[in-house]
């Protein structure tokens, strides 16, 4: 079946530290992937999608590629900022399909 | 732009009391999705739509009812509420297209005490 797993959290960097969060799928055939964010006490955000192989998904200085061949959907990030603290999912989709959700990283950004 | 609006916000019902849990969205989606976030986890998906007078369940639809008799709504009913289900609902449309995304309501904070 279809199913996304994420780097467990929470993750604590300093400020302006690089930042990776690790997703892989497991699907038949090619999903449209996606990162939402969920700020404290807020719904979730679309952050960046990619829609088929080699895509970059780009936003707010997030990136991440959709390999096809590793079945993943890393995010990353240069410099984290502290308004970045939030709750990061990974997820798929096919087309007329309900989505799958990794089970969120929550990621705390100290100045 | 009002995007999908979820009512109330906040509520605390009693063990065996029922609620129903509104959600509307004016973006003319076809698919509507109701999920819960327990604390520290993930979303688990309740019950989903895929257009007006089709519902289907998802991954934990005991306890649950919804309904979709227009485009535009998706209430989801609790008929005797139990502590288990205290828990942080989102509710989120798309449409149909794989590279559509979902769009999620601000939430509704259920407790049952």
């Known amino acids: 079946g279809n199913s996304v797993t994420q780097m467990e959290g929470p993750v604590t960097l300093s400020e302006e530290a690089f930042l990776t969060i690790n997703c892989t799928y497991t699907?038949?055939?090619?999903?449209?992937l996606f990162w939402y964010v969920q700020y404290p006490g807020e719904g979730l955000q679309l952050l960046l999608k990619a829609t088929k192989a080699d895509d970059k998904g780009s936003n707010k200085g997030f990136e991440a590629t959709y390999r096809k061949e590793t079945t993943s959907f890393h995010l990353e990030k240069g410099s984290v900022q502290v308004s970045d603290s939030a709750v990061y999912f990974c997820?798929?989709?096919?087309?007329?399909?309900?989505?799958?959700f990794g089970t969120g990283t929550s990621l705390t950004v100290i100045p | 732009n009002a995007g999908v609006t979820q009512t109330p916000k906040f509520r605390i019902l009693k063990i065996g009391q029922s609620m129903t849990l509104q959600c509307a969205q004016d973006m003319n989606h076809n698919y509507m999705y109701w999920y819960r976030q327990d604390p520290g986890m993930g979303l688990k998906l309740i019950y989903y739509s895929v257009g007006a007078g089709i519902t289907d369940k998802g991954e934990v639809p005991n306890g649950y009812n919804v309904s979709r008799s227009t485009t535009e709504d998706f209430p989801l009913r609790l008929e005797l509420a139990a502590p288990s289900q205290t828990s942080v609902y989102f509710c989120a449309s798309s449409t149909g297209q794989g590279l559509s995304e979902a769009f999620f309501g601000q939430g509704t904070r259920l407790t049952v005490v």
């Open positions: 997820a798929l989709r096919f087309t007329g399909n309900q989505f799958y």
């Open positions: 699907a038949t055939g090619y999903p449209s």
